[in-house]
Antibody, heavy 115, light 115 residues
Framework: EVLLVESGGALVQPGGSLRLSCAASGFAFSNYWMNWARQAPGKGLEWVANIYQDGSEKNYLDSVKGRFIISRDNAKNSLDLQMNSLRVEDTAVYYC????????WGQGTLVTVSS | QAVLTQPSSLSASPGASASLTCTLRSGINVGTYRIYWYQQKPGSPPQHLLKYKSDSDKQQGSGVPSRFSGSKDASANAGILLISGLQSEDEADYYCMIWHSSAAVFGGGTKLTVL
């Protein structure tokens, strides 16, 4: 059974930083693209970033380019999202999702950016 | 203009069929894209339903009933999610997605009410 478990969400002030993690199990993690997506309260889904199997290619939503960094550790089956210069509009539940199909999602972790 | 446009809401009766549309922005040809569909119920992460590019290039999500199916309307430049034999449990938000310029783009979502 595929399992994705996010952690690291918290309340942070505007301009602050936060690191999210996603622990993956139940599939060959190193063989697949991995994604972060988010959902602001009461709003729709928004893709944030993805990373290739070996980490050699990364893509980002325009509004997070230069502020967020996606990374992975295939030895630990883990996916991270380093979020810097956080803005109020980054407030959302952040999900990790597997493969280009985004066929499995974690339960999400809440990030609140507020003073 | 958004890349993907979905009607904000749709209502249908139990046992009937519901056709959810996902219209691509002018200049983006639906024929060249694989359309992904997701279902999200309140308080839960999204669930991948299916992906559809053509009748010869489509795939149902794991465990997804066959009453969920995909198609396209080329004249409307739209992807379609058809749900037949509606059940009360189908009441949810539905999102379409495409990969466009190395980024995943979601539609705004359709809230389906079964009443």
């Amino acid at each position: 059974e595929v399992l994705l478990v996010e952690s690291g969400g918290a309340l942070v002030q505007p301009g602050g930083s936060l690191r999210l993690s996603c622990a993956a199990s139940g599939f060959a993690f190193s063989n697949y693209w991995m994604n972060w997506a988010r959902q602001a309260p009461g709003k729709g889904l928004e893709w944030v970033a993805n990373i290739y199997q070996d980490g050699s290619e990364k893509n980002y939503l325009d509004s997070v380019k230069g502020r967020f960094i996606i990374s992975r550790d295939n030895a630990k089956n883990s996916l991270d999202l380093q979020m810097n210069s956080l803005r109020v509009e980054d407030t959302a539940v952040y999900y990790c999702a597997s493969t280009n199909t985004l066929d499995n999602w974690g339960q999400g972790t809440l990030v609140t950016v507020s003073s | 203009q958004a890349v993907l446009t979905q009607p904000s809401s749709l209502s249908a009766s139990p046992g009937a069929s519901a056709s959810l549309t996902c219209t691509l922005r002018s200049g983006i040809n639906v024929g060249t894209y694989r359309i992904y569909w997701y279902q999200q119920k309140p308080g839960s992460p999204p669930q991948h339903l299916l992906k559809y590019k053509s009748d010869s290039d489509k795939q149902q999500g794991s465990g997804v009933p066959s009453r969920f199916s995909g198609s396209k309307d080329a004249s409307a430049n739209a992807g379609i999610l058809l749900i037949s034999g509606l059940q009360s449990e189908d009441e949810a938000d539905y999102y379409c997605m495409i990969w466009h310029s190395s980024a995943a783009v979601f539609g705004g979502g359709t809230k389906l009410t079964v009443l």
